[in-house]
């Protein structure tokens, strides 16, 4: 297999290539790729030293799949080129997302949707991924109505300028901002653009793409989406109307029985999710399952993962081993 990483040098390609050989991908060439600034420069993978090249040149070596995390642009100019040379492109920015000719995958929800004329997959955004783990199952059962959420999401979202604007303020260096204000010691309720409605981007990103994941517009989802100086991951504080009454113990269950979830949640032991420990994990994290007081058929949670593997990485490397394994490539 053949496979080109798309953004190779940046946050997700980085976490990528490791994902890649954790899991044993079966690849026999790897082509890292990046922007011009990057060219020539040599990255590792397992012991090996390769050359990162551009993307015109990525494309004429037609790798059977890419992997893109080189923002939108880069996708929406360069996913269309590799397709046409017959390569598969997952993509994990935000530019084929909502195309209602494109496929928006979290595996273990809806990867049977996939088929061998797809060429162009999204990866949903990170927040979502996490988030749509635990309704999915939850919503099999007891429907769901309405989702609230509130996120408090790792620098490590951004990209690496913004973990190097957290890290220089951490050394009290002065340096170039990701962000209009200081990260450290603050909480910022701006995670990507606004838009005309008040709303930013990744609010939009979270009130769409679970619907279109679900294959189901019945229910809606309303976000708040909070930029916190935390480095391992994205916490999600997610309050659930269901249409059907539901018991804790049955939550709990289904929950626990969901693969690529974990429960954890004992306030006995003061037991719950959090990103410290949620870093370099695969598995969307459960925690603080109560039942909403104020609301009848309501379920309040706490939901964390690795924005950067399950997020982003994990996500997009188990759809390339679906598609493998189904002989799509
Ligand atoms: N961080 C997350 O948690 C996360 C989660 C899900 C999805 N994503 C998405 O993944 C993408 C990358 O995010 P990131 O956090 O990894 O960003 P990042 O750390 O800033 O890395 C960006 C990568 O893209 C490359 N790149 C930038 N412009 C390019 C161009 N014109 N041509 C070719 N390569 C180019 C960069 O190469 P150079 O090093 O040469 O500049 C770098 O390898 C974004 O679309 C983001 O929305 C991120």
């Known amino acids: 297999m053949k496979v080109a990483v798309v953004g190779a040098t940046g946050m997700v390609g980085e976490v990528m290539l490791k994902v890649l050989a954790e899991r044993n991908f079966p690849l026999t060439e790897l082509i890292p790729v990046a922007s011009e600034r990057s060219v020539g420069k040599s990255i590792t993978y397992r012991g090996k030293e390769y050359t990162v090249v551009g993307l015109a040149d990525a494309v004429s070596m037609k790798p059977d799949v890419a992997l893109f995390s080189a923002g939108g642009d880069t996708s929406l100019e ?17 530019a084929w997302r909502m195309d209602p000719t494109k496929k928006l995958v979290v595996p273990e929800i809806n990867a049977g949707e996939l088929t061998k004329e797809d060429k162009i997959i999204a990866n949903p955004n990170c927040s979502t991924i996490q988030l749509v783990m635990a309704l999915a199952p939850l919503h099999k ?148 399952i109560r039942r909403d007081e104020s609301q009848a058929n309501t379920l309040n949670m706490w939901i964390v993962a690795d924005n950067l593997r399950k997020g982003a990485a994990t996500n997009t490397i188990q759809i390339a081993e679906y598609l493998i394994a189904n002989n799509m490539l």
Not at 78 to 94: H, I, L, R, Y
Not at 173 to 195: K, S, T, W
Not at 242 to 255: P, S, T, Y
């Open 78 to 94: 360069w996913a269309p080129k590799f397709a046409e040379a017959g390569t598969t492109v997952v993509d994990n920015s935000s």
């Open 141 to 288: 059962k007891y429907k769901m109505k309405r989702v609230v959420v509130s996120t408090y999401q790792s620098v490590s979202g951004t990209g690496v300028k913004a973990v190097r604007q957290l890290e220089n303020e951490i050394a009290g260096i002065e340096g170039e901002m990701a962000y209009p204000y200081p990260i450290g010691r603050n909480a910022l309720p701006h995670c990507d653009v606004f838009q005309d409605n008040g709303y930013t981007k990744e609010e939009m990103k979270l009130a769409k793409e679970p619907q279109k994941i679900l294959s189901d517009n019945s229910f809606a989802v309303s976000a708040t989406a909070v930029r916190i100086p935390t480095a391992g991951g994205h916490s999600e504080s997610v309050n659930v109307e269901f249409e059907n009454d539901f018991e804790l113990a049955d939550i709990r269950k289904i929950l626990s029985e969901t693969p690529g979830v974990v429960v954890q949640d004992n306030t006995d032991t003061n037991t719950y999710p959090m990103p410290i420990y949620a870093h370099d994990k695969d598995e969307v994290f459960v925690g603080r």
